[in-house]
């Protein structure tokens, strides 16, 4: 069983928003960090937010700041991605991430997170 679960991916067009959700079944998720990547074919998986467990501490990529928003739902085991302002150059598939060896703190690093979810494709046109 694949313990996180992406959806809300689609096609949009540019300035357009979009709600990605990722839902975790199979793991305590209050013990983990939450975080989205992105990516192209032929290009490394990109950072593009990270939440703490609690919810107060969030971090964004560079690209992403300012236009996309994380969140989480404790009670729902779910964790979020509103973008807004969408730009072609966002169009990647997206994939959550659970983090649970790091303690309190927020990492942008693929290699730290432990589980991923399959992907949802984000494709938005000009």
């Known amino acids: 069983q694949v313990p996180l679960v992406e959806s809300g991916g689609g096609l949009v067009q540019s300035g357009g928003s979009l709600r990605l959700s990722c839902t975790a079944s199979?793991?305590?998720?209050?013990?983990?960090?939450m975080g989205w990547f992105r990516q192209v074919p032929g290009k490394a998986r990109e950072f593009v937010a990270a939440?703490?467990?609690?919810?107060?501490?969030?971090s964004y990529g560079g690209d992403v700041e300012g236009r996309f928003t994380i969140s989480r739902d404790n009670a729902k085991n779910r964790v979020y991605l509103q973008m807004n302002s969408l730009k072609p150059e966002d169009t990647a598939v997206y994939y959550c991430?659970?983090?649970?060896?790091?303690?309190?703190?927020?990492?942008?690093?693929?290699?730290?997170?432990?589980?991923w979810g399959q992907g949802t494709q984000v494709t938005v046109s000009s």
């Open positions: 991430g659970a983090t649970g060896g790091i303690g309190p703190f927020l990492s942008s690093a693929g290699i730290d997170y432990d589980y």
């Open positions: 199979g793991i305590t998720f209050t013990r983990y960090s």
């Open positions: 939440i703490s467990v609690s919810g107060l501490h969030e």
